[in-house]
């Protein structure tokens, strides 16, 4: 299973950007699928999770900002990031709990996409 991560770039403050996600592979079942970031000296957090296809959950952080849209494809999802602060400038990275065909459930992680948002 791989997870391949898109959409990041610079942006100015209080500008738009969307995240993609898209996992592929040997894939029974998604769990969850989730976006967390990184920014320089800090720990990785969570921003924002969908659950069993209809469960969305985000930091209070990004609250009324960021959304998961709810169209999401199969095996994809997507990151609305809006009025974007620079203080979201980070690595995000993907993350989902897939269920394999042969295998039991298990996290993956995707590569890491930059988000830099200037002042």
């Known amino acids: 299973v791989q997870l391949q991560a898109s959409g990041g770039g610079l942006v100015q403050a209080g500008g738009s950007l969307r995240l993609s996600c898209t996992a592929s592979?040997?894939?029974?079942?998604?769990?969850?699928m989730g976006w967390y970031r990184q920014a320089p000296g800090k720990e990785r957090e969570l921003v924002a999770t969908?659950?069993?296809?209809?469960?969305?959950t985000y930091a209070d952080s990004v609250k009324g900002r960021f959304t998961i849209p709810g169209d999401n494809p199969k095996n994809t999802l997507y990151l609305q990031m809006n009025s974007l602060k620079p203080e979201d400038t980070a690595v995000y990275y993907c993350?989902?709990?897939?269920?394999?065909?042969?295998?039991?459930?298990?996290?993956?992680w995707g590569q890491g996409t930059q988000v830099t948002v200037s002042s």
């Open positions: 993350t989902a709990d897939i269920t394999g065909w042969a295998s039991k459930s298990k996290i993956f």
């Open positions: 592979g040997s894939i029974f079942t998604i769990n969850t």
């Open positions: 969908l659950s069993g296809g209809d469960t969305m």
